[in-house]
Nanobody
Framework: QVQLEESGGGLVQAGGSLRLSCAASRRTFSSYTMGWFRQAPGKEREFVAAVSWSGGRTGYADSVKGRFTISRDNTKNTVYLQMNSLKPEDMAVYYC?????????????????WGQGTQVTVSS
């Protein structure tokens, strides 16, 4: 069992930046590919970004490429999502998740552990 806890959400103006963090409870954190997802009201949960266990490979949704950066620090059992040039359409609850897949995968059903989410609000 891996417990994940997100932090760093909040209110930001369009064009601003936020950095989300996700702390994991287990030292085996480094064996998981980690992802970020988001869910806006009335919409399905969607993939945002993922990073391989070593941090060497990443993947992004087209909607965030060039604006968001995912990274991880296995010494701190933490994964980050740096979000720049935020847009109103980025507003959502952001979740981090862990998968045992060694590949960068985008399907939410492939992630086995989830955090509770952190709200990101972008004002226009």
């Amino acid at each position: 069992q891996v417990q994940l806890e997100e932090s760093g959400g909040g209110l930001v103006q369009a064009g601003g930046s936020l950095r989300l963090s996700c702390a994991a409870s287990r030292r085996t954190f480094s064996s998981y590919t980690m992802g970020w997802f988001r869910q806006a009201p009335g919409k399905e949960r969607e993939f945002v970004a993922a990073v391989s266990w070593s941090g060497g490979r990443t993947g992004y949704a087209d909607s965030v490429k060039g604006r968001f950066t995912i990274s991880r620090d296995n010494t701190k059992n933490t994964v980050y999502l740096q979000m720049n040039s935020l847009k109103p359409e980025d507003m959502a609850v952001y979740y981090c998740a862990a998968t045992t897949s060694r590949n960068i995968v985008v399907g939410a059903h492939l992630y086995v552990y989830w955090g509770q989410g952190t709200q990101v609000t972008v004002s226009s």
